[in-house]
């Protein structure tokens, strides 16, 4: 389950999730700046006011980290 | 493979050089951690641009993007660590440790938000540390916050953050603000900004997450402390360049010198276009053109070898 905090107006946010539509990679999106509970889970569960955050299996990563995320996804290009 | 040409960057002067490039049916690899650069992390719109009376940062980038991609050349979304020049090409190394080999090359890196390098900086980066308030400024809301910076970037921040926040101080290091006639008036209709000039920053503190901003009165030296959940900065770029140390000369401020004709550097087949070189002017419009004409100069410089 893959899970992505993001604000409308975030180009790493745009990145991240291009990156993931190439991929082919399914994922859940939260729009932080208006759903409130989302924000909130953002920032206790990863302990991060900054977005982009991605969730993959509980684990987080910060930010467009592409060799993190490929890791965790097993992307291999 | 050798490339006729690499452009190293995805902003607006990497992506003009891209589309002239591709119209020139150079063989062509333009690479880019991500699009837009700077111009995508604007806080507000851009009015200056012809064409375009209003149009958000990322709006234009995107189509910028999409301009780029109706090109025939090569996208790696990467991010360049070294530049080396052989003999009769350019070895461009990234860092998934991919190397690639080329007649020439474009440098369009852009520059960085320029960090504060005060205590608690760095730990608090994303904990309440932003350099980019179109990203982040949305977890703040009706929180007090301070923009650290008072020239254009730092005015358009606060109004950007006006609309989200309780309550924002504008912290200006000098005597007076830098910021345009245009984003002051605007600023003073806002009631909920506040001005600190002669503020020195000098620490971000909290537990989790920022809490606090100490920052000196440089007039009476007394050191004060502002409440606050977010601190952003907006002080002004820094070039990056430090791939090119070998092959080109810098100014002061790191920023590529060039030649003002060509844009080539001190390194024949090798431009700088945009923010990166020390043009004294960085708009989106003069990046632009920057990397029209070094793409063009770039042709010119194959068509004689």
């Known amino acids: ?77 | 493979m050798v490339y006729d040409l690499i452009i190293i960057g995805g902003g607006p002067a990497g992506i003009t050089a891209g589309i002239y490039a591709g119209r020139q049916r150079l063989n062509t690899l333009l690479i880019t951690k991500d699009f837009g650069g700077q111009v995508a992390r604007k806080a507000v719109a851009i009015e200056n641009y012809p064409g375009f009376e209003e149009i958000s940062g990322l709006d234009l980038i995107q189509k910028f993007e999409k301009h780029l991609r109706k090109q025939k050349i090569d996208i790696e979304r990467d991010e360049v660590i070294k530049i080396q020049k052989t003999p009769n090409k350019f070895l461009v190394q990234t860092q998934s440790k991919s190397k690639f080999e080329s007649k020439t090359v474009i440098i369009a890196s852009g520059a960085d938000p320029r960090p504060l390098e005060i205590p608690g900086e760095k730990e608090f980066i994303g904990k309440g540390l932003s350099y980019c308030a179109v990203c982040d400024g949305a977890l703040f809301p009706d929180k007090n916050v301070a923009v650290i910076g008072g020239g254009n970037s730092g005015f358009e921040t606060a109004i950007f953050l006006a609309k989200i926040a309780k309550k924002i101080y504008i912290l200006e290091y000098g005597p007076k603000v830098k910021a345009d006639k245009v984003n002051q008036a605007m600023v003073e209709k806002i009631s909920k900004v506040k001005i600190l000039t002669n503020a020195a920053s000098k620490k971000i503190q909290g537990d989790k997450f920022v809490n606090s901003l100490i920052y000196q009165d440089r007039k009476t030296g007394k050191e004060k402390t502002l409440s606050v959940d977010g601190v952003f900065v907006e002080i002004g770029s820094q070039p990056s360049t430090a791939f090119a140390r070998d092959l080109v000369d810098f100014n002061e401020r790191d920023e590529i010198k060039v030649d003002f004709e060509s844009y080539q550097t001190k390194t024949p087949g090798l431009f700088a276009a945009g923010d990166v070189n020390v043009g004294r002017y960085k708009q989106i419009i003069t990046a632009c053109g920057e990397g029209a004409k070094a793409a063009l100069a770039a042709y010119e410089y194959l068509q004689k070898l």
């Open chain 1, 1 to 77: 389950m893959v899970k992505v905090f993001s604000t409308p107006s975030c180009p790493f946010c745009v990145s991240l999730k291009h990156f993931l539509k190439e991929h082919n990679i399914e994922f859940e999106e939260f729009n932080v700046a208006e759903d409130k509970k989302a924000r909130e889970e953002m920032i206790q569960k990863s302990g991060q006011m900054g977005v982009p955050v991605i969730e993959i299996d509980e684990k987080f990563v910060v930010g467009f980290d592409k060799e993190k995320i490929s890791q965790l996804l097993g992307i291999k290009d």
